[in-house]
């Protein structure tokens, strides 16, 4: 068991980083070029005057100093008020959260797909190291690893949505088939990346003495393999797993755009675009916290899984 006090540190630490990036994103935008209330009233399509512009100012507090409008800001964000998005005109705390969960599904299939194919292909290539089965699927994931999301995604849609008819190209509910595509397309180029790591994990565990001590008590390869090698083997993968996981409940606004997926990188996108900025702080503020978090619940997991661990672990 984890002593309260490290958690408790580490907590103390996302605080201040949150802090931080909290206020280096609301200066960046404080000092952009852009004009937010122009920005409010270009997406409305109206053109309003100069004195409607400085009394829109006025009501929404932009026109005083930098650290007054943000203190005000943090006061809200605290109480989970991000604000008014200008784009939308709606609260932006609801548009996250309506993204939120198409967002975890999505990375929890893109996953799950990624890891049912690098296992397989992680532990055939360790097991027949420098075979022709083992440079074809090097090479292959290989293949994997260059090959551009967007160039991935693209291809499917084509094939898989316009050719076979398959999958329907739009649709506006969130169902499986929905996610299928783009979880497909995001978990080939993971699977590429995390193959090569299981194989290297899995021939150093097989290099190890209580391998050989397991065969000379007369173990099965397959009991070898899956009860002592492969717990050993995964345990690295776990910090890949959770900065992966981070990175997809982030928004993967390419995969998200080509396939009209509405989560938080599609979001994010369109944010950016119309000069959102009380939607992009908020984007912001949350990519960071679940990175955080995330990582937080890897070391977690370490001293769970290893108890040589414990002492070190967060």
Not at 1 to 15: G, V
Not at 60 to 78: D, R
Not at 156 to 184: D, G, H, N, W
């Amino acid at each position: 068991m984890l002593k309260s006090k490290k958690i408790i540190k580490r907590l103390i630490q996302i605080i201040f980083v949150v802090l931080a990036i909290s206020f280096l994103s609301f200066s960046i935008m404080y000092i952009s070029p852009t004009d937010p209330v122009r920005a409010m009233y270009a997406v409305s399509g109206s053109i309003p005057s100069e004195q409607v512009l400085e009394q829109t100012r006025e009501e929404l507090g932009l026109n005083k100093p930098f650290l007054v409008q943000y203190v005000k800001w943090l006061e809200n964000a605290l109480k989970g008020d991000f604000g008014i998005s200008i784009s939308e005109g709606k609260p932006v705390t609801k548009l996250l959260s309506t993204r939120v969960i198409p967002t975890i599904q999505l990375a929890l299939l893109s996953l799950l797909i990624m890891l049912i194919i690098a296992i397989p292909i992680g532990i055939y290539t360790a097991l027949y190291k420098n075979t022709s089965l083992d440079y074809f699927l090097r090479g292959g994931t290989f293949v994997f690893i260059s090959m551009p999301n967007f160039w991935i995604g693209l291809l499917l849609l084509y094939v898989v949505a316009m050719k076979l008819k398959l999958i329907p190209v739009v649709s506006t509910e969130i169902t499986f088939q929905k996610m299928l595509l783009p979880a497909f397309t995001l978990a080939i180029t993971m699977s590429g990346k995390y193959a090569r790591q299981i194989r290297a994990a899995i021939l150093d565990e097989l290099s190890q003495d209580y391998v050989i001590g397991a065969r000379a008590r007369g173990l099965s390869e397959r009991k070898i393999l899956w009860f002592h090698i492969m717990p050993n083997a995964i345990l690295p993968l776990i910090t890949m797993l959770g900065l992966s996981l981070g990175s997809l409940l982030g928004g993967t606004a390419v995969v998200e755009v080509i396939f009209s997926y509405p989560a938080l990188g599609s979001l994010a996108i369109s944010a950016i675009t119309s000069m959102d900025y009380p939607l992009i702080q908020g984007y912001i503020l949350w990519i960071s916290l679940i990175y955080m978090i995330v990582n937080l619940l890897v070391d977690i997991s370490y001293s769970k899984l290893n108890p040589r661990l414990r002492k070190e672990a967060i």
